[in-house]
């Protein structure tokens, strides 16, 4: 009976999210809403690796497949009487947590951590009885539970299309909609554009994953900002390239307190102005402290004798 239970819940969430992707489609006018999953449909036994794949694969349908569709229609649930104003489904939030339980190592350190510990240990422990499950019998319960909860998920996204569907406001909101949609750029299209211009800048050794893993939230809000249309290749490598020329330089081999020692001159604006110089000058001919400090003397006209 347990067996049957499961089956008919993982056929049930699979058939809602393909509902889900034409009702979205047919609304919006959009082909594709949701990415596509390249997860094979988790496996039913054992049922702690049932467990653990199926976290993998709803996180990867709401958060990397879909994450604007989502977010878009999760902020209207209250609009149309499916949840209270501004609270995301306990489930959504369920997901994310028990996934980064899951798959990553904690650090107990960590106030954030420990309180996605404690929020998991939680959640097992209202869903099978135990806050640490190890049981065939607790693993199904876990399990039950969560594509339970998916089901009833799903069901809220499908009810809040059919609200932009009756809506009056449905071709603003499409349109809004879509603007979310055009925006959203995932980290691996920033990666792409990012080994470009390391290649044309001649800095092939940096790293185009680290480099967008480090300032993809930062790209992403600048173009988020933007009023007008824009090619997205053209505005992502300026971004990059405006990156890579300031946030990756070398520090210059002198300090503030170096130039007001070497040029006796007061804390202020000049100080800031001879820094700036020392950097341009740097950056073009690299060198040790010292002789950056003559080569800056030299470009403002000091004199060898000029304190």
Known sequence: MVQQGVDGLWLRVISLREEIQRRCSSVSGVRRPFGELSL??????????????????????????????????????????????????AHYADVRQLRTFLQHNLDLDSVRDVEV?????????????????????????????????????????????????KDDAVDAIVEQWKARLSRYHP???FERVVRIVTHNIGQDSLNPEII??????????????????????KEAAK?????????????IPI????????????????????LRRAQAIYYSQPTGG????????????????AG
Not at 73 to 78: C, N, V
Not at 239 to 251: A, R
Not at 255 to 274: A, S
Not at 291 to 305: H, V
Request: hydrophobic letters at 35%; a negative charge.
């Open 212 to 233: 967008a893993t480090r300032y993809y939230d930062r790209w992403v809000d600048a173009l988020k900002s933007r009023d007008e249309p824009y090619i997205f290749d």
């Open 239 to 251: 971004l990059i390239e405006h990156t890579l020329l300031s946030d990756l330089d070398p520090p």
């Open 255 to 274: 300090t503030g307190d170096d130039i007001i020692r070497e040029f006796g001159i007061p804390h202020g604006q000049e100080v800031g102005r001879l």
């Open 117 to 165: 510990q404690r929020a998991c240990e939680r959640w097992f422990l209202s869903s099978c009885g135990s806050s640490v499950p190890d049981r065939e019998s607790e693993w199904s319960a876990c399990l039950t539970n969560i594509l339970n909860a998916s089901e009833s998920f799903l069901c809220l996204l499908i009810e809040c299309v059919r609200g932009i569907e």
């Open 40 to 89: 094979r449909t988790p496996k039913l036994y054992p049922r702690e690796l049932a467990f653990y794949q199926a976290i993998t694969w709803l996180y990867a349908f709401y958060i990397e497949a879909g994450p604007v569709t989502f977010r878009f229609l999760m902020e209207r649930f209250s609009i149309y009487g499916l949840a209270d104003e501004g609270v995301l489904p």
């Open 187 to 189: 980290k691996h299209e």
């Open 290 to 305: 010292d002789e950056l400090i003559t080569l800056i003397k030299q470009a403002e006209g000091y004199s060898s004798s």
